[in-house]
């Protein structure tokens, strides 16, 4: 009987939500240790309560995509925030995202918002290389990891999941599928290391395990901060070259959301300026697409990059398309 | 009359938490005639042949190094037995991706690791306690007369192989059966180890293409395969079932000079079994840094503990009423209700999970989809199984003459199954209700799809801070989520000495 009365008790507890409009349920694909410090932020500054639902590294990216997508029809999150513009355009052809203009992103580039303002990008990240600080004879373009002198000695993540995935389906759009894949091939052909994720090809380089790896700038900066001998370099930045890729954190409204009011002065607090002061020196240091914007030594501005100039509904058109191709890969 | 109403309210809650859910996914999945396609590819055929074989070889390996620790452990008098009982069990109540990340900060970076070896290494690590414990406590089973009365004759070789294992073949089928389920559908150390099997297939499908309805197709023969295993289990359980009345005390074998020998054995297999438990101890010993990881996760932390406890209380008591309905056959369903609960069990979480989604997020059952309970539905959906298999083997221990005398004096159906059935059933409910508090305390896969926002779980956090957390903080966590599993295992021990 006292196990019976526990278990009610515990039931009742459990079951019971307390009622609080004054919430707003977000869903974030942006590591936690970086998110949450500036969601935190928010509910002390407005007061309105957060509550969040973070990826994991073992579902890269997708855990929440794939949540977003099943509740389509009794929506449960009010805001997406994803750390690419791609999930972004998949949900927007799936029509589970509603357009919101916010006051914050006026100044942001065009090129990192979409243009009908189903989402709005910040804080981006840029694909780089980290390398072996002594190495002689450093990579400069993505070309580079079919040359025959790093037979072997490369690294690249997993190109089925993340950020990885959107750069080779931007390489798609930007080179045709025969140069791409040709390029896919020859990867394999000079004997590049497959990781699980951008941070282990960052490790790998740190630990010696290979001579340089493309990985977000974000697992680079922190690999930096923990004094690991490595380099940054900026892929692909002369005149006739394709540029850096750059991968926006993005916000975005849900269609049906029941919070919509606390979503959009979530993404409009989100999108300021002193928002991307905080993640450009959190350990992610992720360079802020407004201008003006303090900076910690070390990160590049926006302006100072060669960007790849890619438009991203195409390279989310491209992901879906090269898939099966991927995946046999 | 009342216990009729009784089982069909067991089968109708079953069938709305999790058959219903699955039906619906499987009924909307195969709608769709191009899914034939997926299965027509040579790649996905040999990752399920690999996918077979590793399994079977795993399981294969586990249950015979288990039993025979099992049978070490329980028959010998070697000092600190149980000691080493509690060690052994420790990784079976770590979500398996941590014992990967304890090898791998350990090994390193390594070519052995990553593949074949290291999926396989981990896999034995987290299985081997499943036969091990099952054996010891098939050991207790055994009436001691029918060894006293073989060793007149023989020596303890032929005793042990030709009355003791026999006799306790359903711990070893069993123990087969559970292991092999659990490696097929695991896919987390696989993509760890970046080692390609089938079920990191349908994963990829789920994960990687939002296609849910490839990702249940591709999960089938997942659980085709375990209800092949499951059928030829009961055929051969039917041949050499044995009922016991109760427990006994077991039959001590005398080692003589071997013991030192064993016990150094044991003594290394063990810390090697642990060493990757130990590397993450040592990397989170930092006082500082453990403190913090505790402030960060106590809630995580109490909010685990409190849905495994509600979640093994529905488990226990489902479960037993469950192997009550299968054993005494109600309503004629016993093998497709077992079979079905044994389907649940060898579908990847993923499925579960989003067929939870797509079933219950309406606005009319959104007090279950936007609290606790969802997540106490998915642990039904995932280890009812296992409640109901450990209930089941009690259950056939109890003679059915008991509760038919007691009918021929008049008492009723309900008072026979409350004061017998129940009554004789009490100490391995118990047993049953820590099993399943185990294993819903390191859940993660269904938890992740389903937990409303900002009721997160301790697995949960752990593995939403391994994205770029500093390694000593997930270390100091994983100590947290170890120690609060080994309460249970605490209590267990107790219990059985």
Known sequence: ?329 | MFKKILFFILILSLSLISFLPLLSMLISTFSDGNLIDIFDSTSLLKSFQKSLFFSLFVASLTTVTGVALGLVLAKTKLPYSKLFATLLTIPLLIPPYIVALGWFELVGRSELLFGFFGTFLVHFCIYLPIPLLLTILFLKQIDPKYENAARVMSSWSRVLREITLPLIYPSIILSFLFVFILSFGEYSVANFFRYKLFSLESFVEFSAFYDFKSATALSLPLVIAAVVLLLSQQYFLEKNRFKFDSTYEIEYIDLGVYKKYLLLFLILFTTFILSPILTLFIKALDADTFLTALKSSYEPLFRSLSYSFLGATFLTVFGFLSAYMIEQNIFKIGYIFESSLIALFALPSTIIGISLILFFNTPYTNFIYTTPLIIIFGYICKYLALSTKIAQIKLAHIPNSMSEAATILGASWWHSFRYITFGLSKKTLVTVWLIAFIFTLRENTITMLVYPAGLDTLPIYIVTQMANGKSETIAALSVIMIVASLMPLAFLTKGKS
């Open chain 1, 1 to 329: 009987m006292k196990v019976l009365a526990s278990f009610l008790i515990v039931l009742t507890l459990l079951s019971c939500s307390k009622k609080d409009e004054n919430i707003v349920t977000v869903y974030v694909s942006e590591d936690q240790v970086f998110s949450e410090p500036l969601l935190r932020d928010f509910e002390k500054e407005t007061g309105i309560v957060v509550k969040a639902i973070y990826d994991s590294e073992e579902s890269k990216g997708t855990g929440v995509m794939n949540r977003l997508i099943a509740e389509k029809k009794n929506p449960q999150a009010d805001v997406y925030w994803a750390n690419e513009p791609i999930r972004a355009e998949v949900l927007k052809s799936k029509d589970i995202l509603e357009p919101y203009t916010s006051k914050n992103a006026k100044d942001i580039p065009s090129v990192f918002k979409e243009k009908n303002n189903y989402w709005t990008g910040f804080s981006a990240r840029v694909r780089v290389f980290v390398a072996d600080s002594n190495l002689k004879q450093k990579p400069s373009s993505i070309l580079d990891y079919t040359n025959p002198i790093y037979r072997g000695k490369a690294t690249i993540a997993n190109p089925l999941f993340g950020t990885t995935t959107v750069h080779i389906a931007a390489l798609f759009t930007l080179w045709g599928d025969e140069k791409a894949k040709e390029f896919m091939q020859k990867l394999k052909e000079n004997h590049v290391t497959i990781s699980s994720s951008n941070g282990e090809s960052a490790d790998f380089v740190a630990s010696k395990n290979s001579e340089f790896a493309l990985v977000d700038s974000d697992d680079a900066m922190s690999r930096l901060k923990n004094k690991k001998d490595i380099t940054i370099i900026y892929p692909d930045q002369k005149d006739d070259e394709i540029g850096a890729f750059v991968v926006p954190n993005t916000l975005m409204l849900i269609k049906g959301a029941k919070h919509a009011k606390n979503g959009k002065i979530l993404i409009d607090y989100l999108l300021s300026r002193e928002s991307e002061k905080k993640l450009a020196f959190a350990d992610c240091a992720q360079i802020p697409l407004h201008d003006g914007v303090k900076l910690p030594k070390g990160l590049k501005k926006i302006s100072d990059i060669k960007v790849m100039l890619v438009d991203y509904e195409k390279v989310a058109k491209k992901l879906l398309e090269i898939e099966p191709f991927l995946k046999e890969w």
